[in-house]
C-alpha cells in the first residue's frame, strides 16, 4: 500500500464487507469488459529517496538561469524574488484549496483576487481586471475575441503588430482560424516603432481590433497616445499586451491613454520562470464592457450581518452557468500564481516597483552606452529608438551563432530572433533586470569584446 | 467550523493610511551603475505618475496580511473536500520540493537545447507515462487546464476533418456534461448540440443514432459521466460516431475512477484531456494553475501542437515547424513545474499504486452511497464509481435547498459537495471523496450529512440560515452581481 492512498487492505474489506461484496472488482462491473486492463505498464512505486534523486539528476542536467551571467527575456524575465513570496504560496490554506465557490469559507482567497484585480487594474490605467488567465498569449487571443464580441460580431478583422511576441502572434492564428476572425499584421517602421498611420491604413474599417505591444517584442517602447488616437480612428478596440509587467512600474498602462483593453503576461511579478510555466495572464478592461470580459471575478458585497465579504461574480459570463454562450470556455485559471503576483507586489511597494522599473531602465542604458562604446561588429540594431529594458543586439553572425559563442564565453546573452522570422535583423535580444549586477555587466562587455 | 481568532482583514489599499515610506523589500544595490533620469531617455508623457494609492508596507505587515487571509480559508488539509468533478485529492510536499529545484524552477524556456535537456527529458517522460495509462499513441502536455485542453482535442478534430475536406458543423454532447464541453465547441468554430440524457443518466443509443449525421464533427463524453456512471454502450457509441465520419473526444476529468482498470483507447477515444490538477495530485492552488495535457489516437497524432518534444539520436529537440499541426496553443510548452509534479506522482505510486488510486475513490465513493442512501435521495440508480450524485428532494419537504444542506456542512467543519451540477439531477450534491483521506473522515463526513438530514426534518430553520461558525456569514451572493464593485477606489477612503 502507499502513503498517499487512505485505506489499507484491512480498512478496504472492512468496507467491502459492509457493502455486502466480496472483492474491489465487482465495484467495477459496470465497465464493460472490452475496455478493461489488469494493470498498467508502469514501473513500481518509489521512495522518495529515489524520486528526488532521479528527478533531481534530469534538473541538474539543465542549466538554470542563475548560474551564469543572464540577459534572458523575450516575454520570460528574471527578478528579485522576496522570500516572503514562495512562504505564502506555501501555505496549505492557499495552494491546496479549490476555486472559492463557498466563499463563506474563502474569504482568504477571494480578498486575494480583489487585490490582484485592483493591483492591475491601477497598473494598467483601467477600471476593471480579471482572476487571471493562462499566460500572455491566451490573454492576446481573449482580447481579440472580447473586442470582436464587444462589436458584436459585425467587424472580424483583427489588427496586430508584428512587434508583439511572435509566439503571441503563433496562437493567435491557432485559435483565430476556428473562430472566423482574419488576423493582419502591421509591420513596424525603420525605428522599430509604429507608424499610426500604418495602422489607420491597416484597420480601414473592418478591423474590430488593433493590438500593439509596448514595450514591444524589440524592447521599444511604443507612442500609446498616438497610436490609441489612430485606433479609435477606425473605430476599433484598442489593446495593449504587455510582456515585461515591471514596465507598468515607470510606463503609464495603456488605460491611460484610452487603450480600451490592456492584457498579457504578469510573470515578472514573483512568478519563477519554470521552463515557461505556469505564468499569469492578465486582463484588464473598462467597466462598461465587463460583461463580455473572460474568466473569473471577485467582488466585494456583505455577508448577512451587513459585513464585507467577497464572493466570485457575474459568473452569468462562464461556462459552467452559460455554457456554449459564455465568453470564454476558461474555468481553471492561473490562481496561485495571481497570489504570488499580489504578494510580490505588495511586498515590493509603489514607490519599490517604481524604483525597481528605474533600475532596470538605469543598467540597460548603462549596457547599451558599454556596447556603443565596444563598436566593431557589435551594434544596437534601433540606437535611435526609446527602449526600457530591453534591445536587440546584432554582431558578427546569426543570433543563434552569438549566443552559443557568448554562451561558451560563460555569458548567457539573450534571446537570439533567428528562428521567430519578422520584419528586423537577426541579432539577440538583450534583457537587462535589476538582478544583473555590474559583474554581469563587465561579462558581457568582456565576453563582446572578445569575439570582436 | 472552528472558531477563529481572525474573521476578517483590512484590504491591503487601507494599510498605511498615512501613506508614509515603508520597506517591504530591501532591491538590489542600485548605485553600481550610473543614475538615470527617465525623462531623459524615455518620452515624458508615457511615464506614469507616482500612485499614492499603491501603498508601501514592512515585510511583517506583508507575512501578518497574508497570514491572516489563509485563516479564512478552507483547505484539502484541513479535511474532506468532497467536490464532484474536482477530485480534491492530497497535494504530496514531495512534489512541492521537487517543482522548486533551481534546475528546474529557474529555466528559461528560451535557453540553448543543450542547456534544457533534463527539462524536455521530463516532458518526454511524462508524455509516454500518460500514453501508457491511457492506452493511446500520442500526447501534448501544452494545455493549461482541462478547458483548454478539450479546445487543443476540438481544434485537432477540426484540423483532420479539414485535411478530409470535411466541414462540419456540430458537435455533439449529453445534457450532463460539464459546462466547458459546449463552451469549447463555440470556441473552436462549431455549434453545440445537446443529447438528452436516457433514464439511467447514460447516453441513449437510439437517440444518438438519430443526432448523429454527416454534419457532427465530435461526440464529447466524460468517462464515467458526471454522475459517475460508466458509460456501458461506451463501445457501441464510439462505433456509430466513428461509422459516421465523427470523432469521440472524452473528457478526462473523471479519469480517478478507472486508472489501470480501464484504457480511453480501446474505449474508441481519438482525443482526451487529461486534469493534471484532479487525477495526478497537483495542487487546486484556490482556481489553478492546472494542466490539460491531450492524449490522442493514431487518427490525430499528426496534428499534435507545436513545438513538439523529439527524442533524436543527440538527445532531446523541439520540432516547431509541422504544416499539419494546429500550431501553438499557448507561450512555450505547457505548465511545467505542474507537469514535474505530476510525473512525481505517477513515478511515485508506480502502476499497483495508481490502481489501488482508483480502487480506494471509487470504495470510498460505494461507501458514501451506501450509508447516505435513504437519507438523501438518489435519482439514477445506476451503479456509480467514483463519485455519486445525491439530491434534495427528501429535504425540500420541509425547505430546505441543496445550498442550505452546503452552507450546514461548513459548520461541520467538511467542504460542501459540488451543488446544482450536473444540471439532469435537481437540487443536486454531487460527492467525490477521492482516496486520500482515512476511513474514518469519510465516516465522519457521512454521520455530518446524516446529522443534517435529521436537522432538516427537526428544526430546518437552523439549517437554512446556516453557516452559523465560519469567518462571515451566508454571503449575498446577488448583491455582489447587482451592485458589481470589483476593484478598490480611493473613493472608498472616505
Not at chain 1, 514591444?216 to 510582456?243: C, K, M, R, Y
Amino acid at each position: 500500500m502507499h502513503p498517499w492512498v487512505g485505506a489499507g487492505p484491512e480498512d478496504q474489506r472492512h468496507i467491502l464487507s459492509e457493502l455486502g461484496l466480496n472483492s474491489i472488482d465487482e465495484l467495477f462491473a459496470s465497465i464493460p469488459p472490452g475496455v478493461c486492463v489488469d494493470g498498467i505498464e508502469l514501473p513500481p512505486a518509489r521512495d522518495e529517496d529515489w524520486i528526488r534523486r532521479c528527478l533531481g539528476d534530469m534538473a541538474s542536467t539543465n542549466v538554470a538561469m542563475d548560474s551564469m551571467a543572464c540577459f534572458l527575456g523575450a516575454g520570460v524575465y528574471r527578478h528579485v524574488q522576496p522570500s516572503v513570496v514562495d512562504a505564502v504560496l506555501s501555505r496549505a490554506e492557499f495552494f491546496t484549496s479549490y476555486t472559492p465557490y463557498q466563499p463563506e469559507i474563502s474569504q482568504g482567497t477571494l480578498q486575494v483576487i480583489f487585490e490582484f484585480q485592483t493591483l492591475i487594474s491601477r497598473l494598467t490605467g483601467l477600471d476593471t481586471a480579471n482572476a487571471s488567465l493562462y499566460d500572455g498569449a491566451t490573454a492576446l487571443v481573449e482580447a481579440v475575441l472580447f473586442s470582436h464580441r464587444v462589436l458584436r460580431g459585425k467587424r472580424d478583422l483583427a489588427v496586430v503588430a508584428e512587434t508583439i511576441h511572435p509566439m503571441y502572434r503563433r496562437v493567435l492564428d491557432t485559435y483565430t482560424e476556428a473562430a472566423g476572425v482574419e488576423v493582419t499584421v502591421v509591420a513596424p517602421g525603420v525605428d522599430g516603432r509604429l507608424d499610426p498611420d500604418a495602422i489607420r491604413e491597416a484597420a480601414g474599417d473592418r478591423a474590430c481590433c488593433v493590438a500593439v505591444q509596448s514595450p514591444n517584442f524589440l524592447g521599444i517602447v511604443e507612442d500609446l497616445p498616438q497610436i490609441a488616437t489612430a485606433i479609435h480612428d477606425s473605430g476599433a478596440v484598442a489593446v495593449e499586451v504587455v510582456t515585461e509587467a515591471v514596465s507598468l512600474g515607470l510606463l503609464a498602462g495603456g488605460g491611460n491613454f484610452g487603450f480600451d483593453v490592456v492584457c498579457g503576461e504578469a510573470q515578472s511579478f514573483g512568478v519563477a520562470p519554470g521552463f515557461g510555466g505556469p505564468h499569469l495572464g492578465f486582463f484588464a478592461c473598462a467597466s462598461k464592457n465587463l460583461r463580455q470580459m473572460p474568466g473569473r471575478l471577485a467582488g466585494e458585497t456583505v455577508d448577512k450581518n451587513g459585513d464585507r465579504a467577497f464572493c466570485l461574480t457575474l459568473s452569468t459570463r462562464e461556462q459552467h452557468i452559460r455554457r456554449s454562450k459564455a465568453t470564454s470556455n476558461i474555468c481553471t485559471n492561473q490562481g496561485l500564481m495571481a497570489l504570488a503576483a499580489t504578494v510580490w507586489l505588495e511586498a515590493i511597494g509603489g514607490s519599490g516597483l517604481r524604483e525597481l522599473a528605474i533600475s532596470c531602465l538605469a543598467r540597460a542604458e548603462e549596457l547599451k552606452r558599454r556596447i556603443t562604446a565596444v563598436g566593431g561588429p557589435w551594434q544596437l540594431a534601433y540606437s535611435q529608438s526609446p527602449t526600457f529594458n530591453e534591445f536587440l543586439l546584432i554582431g558578427p553572425g546569426s543570433g543563434t551563432e552569438l549566443v552559443k559563442r557568448l554562451a561558451s564565453e560563460g555569458v548567457l546573452a539573450g534571446v537570439p530572433t533567428t528562428d521567430w522570422g519578422g520584419s528586423w535583423p537577426d541579432g539577440v535580444l538583450v534583457a537587462v533586470t535589476e538582478r544583473n549586477s555590474a559583474d554581469d555587466l563587465d561579462a558581457l562587455i568582456g565576453a563582446l569584446e572578445t569575439l570582436s | 467550523m472552528k472558531r477563529r481568532a481572525v474573521r476578517s482583514e483590512p484590504l491591503f489599499f487601507e494599510r498605511n493610511s498615512r501613506r508614509v515610506r515603508r520597506q517591504g523589500y530591501l532591491l538590489p544595490n542600485l548605485d553600481d551603475v550610473p543614475q538615470v533620469e527617465p525623462s531623459e531617455v524615455l518620452p515624458p508623457e508615457l511615464l506614469r505618475e507616482p500612485d499614492p494609492h499603491f501603498p508601501d508596507v514592512s515585510e511583517m505587515e506583508v507575512v501578518q496580511h497574508f497570514h491572516r487571509l489563509s485563516q479564512l480559508n478552507y483547505a484539502v488539509d484541513e479535511g474532506l473536500y468532497p467536490l464532484g468533478s474536482c477530485t480534491m485529492k492530497y497535494n504530496p510536499r514531495l512534489n512541492e520540493q521537487i517543482a522548486r529545484l533551481p534546475g528546474l524552477a529557474s529555466l528559461h524556456p528560451l535557453q540553448p537545447l543543450s542547456q534544457i535537456q533534463g527539462a524536455l527529458r521530463l516532458i518526454w517522460e511524462l508524455e509516454e507515462a500518460l500514453k501508457t495509462i491511457t492506452g493511446m499513441p500520442g500526447a501534448t502536455l501544452q494545455p493549461a487546464a482541462g478547458a483548454h485542453g478539450e479546445l487543443t482535442g476540438i481544434l485537432m478534430i477540426r484540423k483532420a476533418l479539414e485535411v478530409r475536406g470535411e466541414q462540419r458543423e456540430i458537435v455533439l454532447a449529453p445534457d450532463s456534461a460539464h459546462g466547458t464541453n459546449p463552451a469549447t465547441a463555440t470556441f473552436a468554430g462549431y455549434r453545440a448540440q445537446e443529447i438528452p440524457s436516457a433514464d439511467d443518466g447514460t447516453v441513449d443509443l437510439e437517440v444518438l443514432d438519430r443526432m448523429m449525421n454527416e454534419t457532427v464533427a465530435a461526440l464529447m463524453l466524460t468517462v464515467p459521466n458526471t454522475l459517475g456512471v460508466f458509460e456501458h454502450q461506451i463501445l457501441e457509441i464510439a462505433d456509430l460516431v466513428h461509422s459516421r465520419g465523427g470523432f469521440i473526444y472524452l473528457d478526462g476529468a473523471n479519469l480517478n475512477a478507472f486508472v489501470g482498470r480501464a484504457l480511453p483507447g480501446l474505449m474508441g477515444a481519438d482525443a482526451m484531456h487529461i486534469n493534471l490538477h484532479k487525477t495526478f495530485s497537483t495542487p487546486h492552488g484556490g482556481g489553478g494553475p492546472g494542466a490539460g495535457p491531450v492524449t490522442v489516437s493514431e487518427a490525430l497524432l499528426p496534428h499534435l501542437p507545436v513545438p513538439k518534444v523529439i527524442r533524436g539520436d543527440g538527445g532531446f529537440e523541439l520540432q516547431w515547424d509541422d504544416p499539419a499541426s494546429i500550431g501553438q496553443m499557448r507561450a512555450f510548452y505547457g505548465n511545467f513545474l505542474i507537469l514535474v509534479r505530476a510525473l512525481s506522482y505517477i513515478w511515485s505510486l508506480g502502476a499497483d499504486g495508481l490502481r489501488s488510486m482508483s480502487e480506494v475513490a471509487v470504495l470510498y465513493a460505494n461507501l458514501i452511497r451506501h450509508r447516505l442512501r435513504g437519507a438523501y435521495h438518489l435519482k439514477f440508480n445506476a451503479p456509480s464509481l467514483h463519485e455519486v450524485v445525491f439530491d434534495d428532494s427528501f429535504q425540500m419537504r420541509y425547505e430546505v435547498h441543496n445550498v442550505d444542506i452546503a452552507k450546514r456542512l461548513l459548520d461541520y467543519g467538511f467542504h460542501p459537495p459540488t451543488m446544482s451540477f450536473p444540471l439532469i439531477v435537481h437540487g443536486a450534491l454531487m460527492i467525490e471523496p477521492a482516496e486520500s483521506v482515512s476511513p474514518e473522515e469519510i465516516e465522519a463526513f457521512c454521520d455530518a450529512m446524516l446529522a443534517i438530514a435529521k436537522e432538516a426534518e427537526m428544526d430546518p430553520g437552523l439549517v437554512r440560515s446556516a453557516p452559523h461558525d465560519t469567518p462571515v456569514g451566508r454571503v449575498d451572493e446577488v448583491r455582489a452581481a447587482r451592485n458589481l464593485k470589483v476593484t478598490w477606489t480611493p473613493e472608498d477612503e472616505t
